[in-house]
Protein backbone atom coordinates (compact mmCIF):
# COMPACT_ATOMS: atom_id res chain seq x y z
CA UNK A 1 0.00 0.00 0.00
CA UNK A 2 2.82 2.07 0.94
CA UNK A 3 4.13 1.84 -3.01
CA UNK A 4 0.99 2.89 -3.97
CA UNK A 5 0.62 5.97 -2.57
CA UNK A 6 4.41 6.76 -3.39
CA UNK A 7 2.99 6.10 -7.30
CA UNK A 8 0.29 8.56 -6.60
CA UNK A 9 2.49 11.31 -5.22
CA UNK A 10 4.94 10.74 -7.89
CA UNK A 11 1.86 11.44 -10.51
CA UNK A 12 0.58 14.66 -8.76
CA UNK A 13 4.51 16.09 -8.47
CA UNK A 14 4.72 15.07 -12.21
CA UNK A 15 1.41 16.60 -12.98
CA UNK A 16 1.94 19.68 -11.54
CA UNK A 17 5.65 19.90 -12.83
CA UNK A 18 3.91 18.91 -16.78
CA UNK A 19 1.51 22.02 -15.77
CA UNK A 20 3.72 24.39 -14.81
CA UNK A 21 6.20 23.71 -17.75
CA UNK A 22 3.47 24.21 -20.12
CA UNK A 23 2.00 27.43 -18.94
CA UNK A 24 5.28 28.86 -18.70
CA UNK A 25 5.99 27.55 -22.34
CA UNK A 26 2.60 28.15 -24.27
CA UNK A 27 2.50 31.85 -24.74
CA UNK A 28 6.30 31.79 -26.07
CA UNK A 29 5.73 29.03 -27.98
CA UNK A 30 2.96 30.09 -29.94
CA UNK A 31 4.64 33.06 -30.47
CA UNK A 32 7.29 30.52 -32.56
CA UNK A 33 4.57 28.89 -34.31
CA UNK A 34 2.60 31.90 -35.57
CA UNK A 35 5.76 33.93 -37.19
CA UNK A 36 6.18 30.74 -38.98
CA UNK A 37 2.60 29.72 -40.24
CA UNK A 38 -0.06 31.83 -41.74
CA UNK A 39 -3.34 30.63 -40.40
CA UNK A 40 -4.07 30.86 -36.73
CA UNK A 41 -6.04 27.69 -36.47
CA UNK A 42 -3.29 25.51 -37.81
CA UNK A 43 -1.15 27.31 -35.13
CA UNK A 44 -3.30 25.91 -32.30
CA UNK A 45 -3.68 22.92 -33.98
CA UNK A 46 0.20 22.55 -33.93
CA UNK A 47 0.46 24.08 -30.70
CA UNK A 48 -1.89 21.56 -29.10
CA UNK A 49 0.01 18.57 -31.21
CA UNK A 50 2.86 19.44 -29.08
CA UNK A 51 1.49 19.15 -25.78
CA UNK A 52 -0.10 16.40 -26.37
CA UNK A 53 3.19 14.75 -27.89
CA UNK A 54 4.66 16.34 -24.46
CA UNK A 55 1.33 14.34 -22.23
CA UNK A 56 2.73 11.04 -24.34
CA UNK A 57 5.50 10.86 -23.35
CA UNK A 58 5.40 11.29 -19.55
CA UNK A 59 2.60 9.22 -19.81
CA UNK A 60 5.03 6.62 -21.58
CA UNK A 61 7.03 6.71 -18.43
CA UNK A 62 9.86 8.60 -20.80
CA UNK A 63 10.15 12.29 -19.12
CA UNK A 64 11.81 15.23 -20.97
CA UNK A 65 14.63 17.08 -19.10
CA UNK A 66 15.12 20.11 -21.21
CA UNK A 67 11.32 20.75 -22.25
CA UNK A 68 11.56 23.96 -23.62
CA UNK A 69 14.45 22.52 -26.30
CA UNK A 70 12.14 19.49 -26.62
CA UNK A 71 9.14 21.69 -27.39
CA UNK A 72 10.89 23.96 -29.84
CA UNK A 73 12.11 21.13 -31.92
CA UNK A 74 8.79 18.80 -32.23
CA UNK A 75 7.25 22.15 -33.15
CA UNK A 76 9.37 22.84 -36.15
CA UNK A 77 9.02 19.03 -37.28
CA UNK A 78 5.11 19.31 -36.88
CA UNK A 79 5.31 22.57 -39.13
CA UNK A 80 7.57 21.25 -41.62
CA UNK A 81 4.85 18.04 -41.61
CA UNK A 82 2.10 20.49 -42.06
CA UNK A 83 4.17 22.19 -44.95
CA UNK A 84 4.78 19.08 -46.91
CA UNK A 85 1.41 17.51 -46.31
CA UNK A 86 -0.09 20.88 -48.05
CA UNK A 87 2.35 21.17 -50.65
CA UNK A 88 1.46 17.31 -51.40
CA UNK A 89 -2.20 18.09 -51.09
CA UNK A 90 -2.12 21.43 -53.23
CA UNK A 91 -2.03 20.88 -57.14
CA UNK A 92 0.67 23.17 -58.77
CA UNK A 93 0.21 25.66 -60.99
CA UNK A 94 3.26 27.49 -61.77
CA UNK A 95 4.58 27.58 -65.07
CA UNK A 96 8.09 26.21 -65.60
CA UNK A 97 11.40 28.48 -65.81
CA UNK A 98 13.94 29.02 -68.51
CA UNK A 99 15.52 26.00 -67.83
CA UNK A 100 12.18 23.66 -67.93
CA UNK A 101 12.97 22.41 -64.69
CA UNK A 102 10.10 22.49 -61.92
CA UNK A 103 10.09 25.69 -59.77
CA UNK A 104 9.39 23.29 -56.41
CA UNK A 105 10.99 24.41 -53.39
CA UNK A 106 10.66 20.83 -51.66
CA UNK A 107 13.59 19.76 -53.77
CA UNK A 108 15.81 22.09 -52.13
CA UNK A 109 15.30 21.20 -48.69
CA UNK A 110 16.56 17.65 -47.54
CA UNK A 111 14.68 15.13 -46.22
CA UNK A 112 14.64 15.36 -42.23
CA UNK A 113 14.42 11.45 -42.19
CA UNK A 114 18.25 11.47 -43.78
CA UNK A 115 19.75 12.02 -39.95
CA UNK A 116 20.84 14.62 -37.77
CA UNK A 117 22.80 16.78 -40.27
CA UNK A 118 19.98 16.92 -43.31
CA UNK A 119 17.48 17.56 -39.93
CA UNK A 120 19.73 20.60 -38.91
CA UNK A 121 20.49 21.76 -42.86
CA UNK A 122 16.47 21.76 -43.04
CA UNK A 123 15.88 24.25 -40.12
CA UNK A 124 18.17 26.11 -41.50
CA UNK A 125 16.76 26.30 -44.96
CA UNK A 126 13.23 26.83 -43.39
CA UNK A 127 14.48 29.49 -41.07
CA UNK A 128 16.29 31.28 -44.24
CA UNK A 129 12.97 30.41 -46.52
CA UNK A 130 11.23 32.59 -43.85
CA UNK A 131 13.27 35.39 -43.81
CA UNK A 132 13.21 35.21 -47.59
CA UNK A 133 9.53 35.24 -47.42
CA UNK A 134 9.49 38.30 -45.49
CA UNK A 135 11.89 39.93 -47.94
CA UNK A 136 9.20 39.53 -51.15
CA UNK A 137 7.18 41.89 -52.71
CA UNK A 138 3.24 41.61 -50.87
CA UNK A 139 2.17 40.26 -53.57
CA UNK A 140 4.34 37.77 -54.53
CA UNK A 141 4.27 36.65 -50.64
CA UNK A 142 0.39 36.54 -50.20
CA UNK A 143 0.17 34.38 -53.34
CA UNK A 144 2.92 32.28 -52.63
CA UNK A 145 1.86 31.15 -48.58
CA UNK A 146 -1.80 31.20 -49.89
CA UNK A 147 -0.90 28.44 -52.32
CA UNK A 148 1.76 26.65 -50.73
CA UNK A 149 1.13 27.08 -47.09
CA UNK A 150 -2.70 27.28 -47.09
CA UNK A 151 -3.21 24.83 -50.24
CA UNK A 152 -5.62 27.49 -51.93
CA UNK A 153 -6.07 26.99 -55.67
CA UNK A 154 -5.03 29.76 -58.33
CA UNK A 155 -8.76 30.31 -58.82
CA UNK A 156 -9.78 30.32 -55.39
CA UNK A 157 -7.74 33.09 -55.24
CA UNK A 158 -8.81 35.22 -57.91
CA UNK A 159 -12.10 34.83 -56.95
CA UNK A 160 -11.49 35.99 -53.09
CA UNK A 161 -9.19 39.10 -54.26
CA UNK A 162 -10.26 39.97 -57.71
CA UNK A 163 -7.10 39.21 -59.54
CA UNK A 164 -6.44 37.56 -62.52
CA UNK A 165 -5.45 33.35 -62.20
CA UNK A 166 -2.61 34.70 -65.26
CA UNK A 167 -1.58 37.76 -62.80
CA UNK A 168 -1.23 35.70 -59.62
CA UNK A 169 0.39 32.34 -61.54
CA UNK A 170 2.90 35.03 -62.59
CA UNK A 171 3.57 36.53 -59.45
CA UNK A 172 4.01 33.23 -57.45
CA UNK A 173 6.69 32.57 -60.54
CA UNK A 174 8.57 35.73 -59.49
CA UNK A 175 8.27 34.59 -56.03
CA UNK A 176 9.69 31.11 -56.23
CA UNK A 177 12.34 32.32 -58.69
CA UNK A 178 13.47 34.49 -55.74
CA UNK A 179 13.08 31.99 -53.09
CA UNK A 180 15.00 29.47 -55.13
CA UNK A 181 18.20 31.45 -55.85
CA UNK A 182 18.04 32.54 -51.99
CA UNK A 183 17.82 28.98 -50.99
CA UNK A 184 19.91 27.23 -53.70
CA UNK A 185 23.16 29.62 -52.33
CA UNK A 186 22.31 28.24 -48.30
CA UNK A 187 21.81 24.53 -50.27
CA UNK A 188 25.24 24.96 -52.29
CA UNK A 189 27.37 26.28 -49.07
CA UNK A 190 25.98 23.08 -47.19
CA UNK A 191 26.95 20.85 -50.20
CA UNK A 192 30.60 22.43 -49.75
CA UNK A 193 31.26 21.66 -46.43
Known sequence: ????????????????????????????????????????????????????????????????????????RVAKNRMVDRFRKRKTEAISQVPQDETDESLSL???????????????????LLEELEQALSELPVEQRDVFMAHEIDGKSFKQLAAETGVSVNTLLSRKHYAVRSLRQRLQRIHDEFNET
Request: hydrophobic content about 45%.
Open 1 to 72: MHETAGAAWMSVEQEQRLTADIARERPKLRNFIRRRVADEADVEDILQDVFAELLEAYRLMQPVEQVSAWLY
Open 106 to 124: DGLLPSAAAGPEAAYARGV
